[in-house]
Nanobody, 129 residues
Framework: QVQLVESGGGLAQPGGSLRLSCVAL????????IGWFRQAPGKEREGVSC????????SYVDSVKGRFTMSRDSVKRTVYLQMNSLKVEDTAVYYC??????????????????????WGEGTLVTVSS
């Protein structure tokens, strides 16, 4: 069975850190661009970061640049999102997704989730004092 499973969410204080994990079950991450997305209550889903499989290049939404770092461990079939200097506005359900439709590079429309056809169920991140 093909699945993406996220973990690592929880409660953090402003300025704190969390590391999210996304493990691929039933398929390898080596061939697909992988994205992290988030959806806050009452808001639309937002693309956070995307890592290309071919060159490991990572793109970030401006609001997380310098604070979040996405990485990939092919052996563990896992991608990570290290989140530092967390802000209240980072509160959201975070999802990972795989682009098995368009190839190994993050598409120009990755932030819209374009091409992302395999999604996890999400993990909740709450940033609050």
């Amino acid at each position: 069975q093909v699945q993406l499973v996220e973990s690592g969410g929880g409660l953090a204080q402003p300025g704190g850190s969390l590391r999210l994990s996304c493990v691929a079950l039933g398929f390898t991450l080596d061939y697909y661009a992988i994205g992290w997305f988030r959806q806050a209550p009452g808001k639309e889903r937002e693309g956070v970061s995307c890592i290309s499989a071919n060159d490991g290049n990572v793109s970030y939404v401006d609001s997380v640049k310098g604070r979040f770092t996405m990485s990939r461990d092919s052996v563990k079939r896992t991608v990570y999102l290290q989140m530092n200097s967390l802000k209240v506005e980072d509160t959201a359900v975070y999802y990972c997704a795989a682009d098995r439709l368009l190839g190994s590079s993050c598409s120009l429309r990755w932030r819209e989730g374009f091409g992302m056809d395999q999604w996890g169920e999400g993990t909740l991140v709450t940033v609050s004092s």
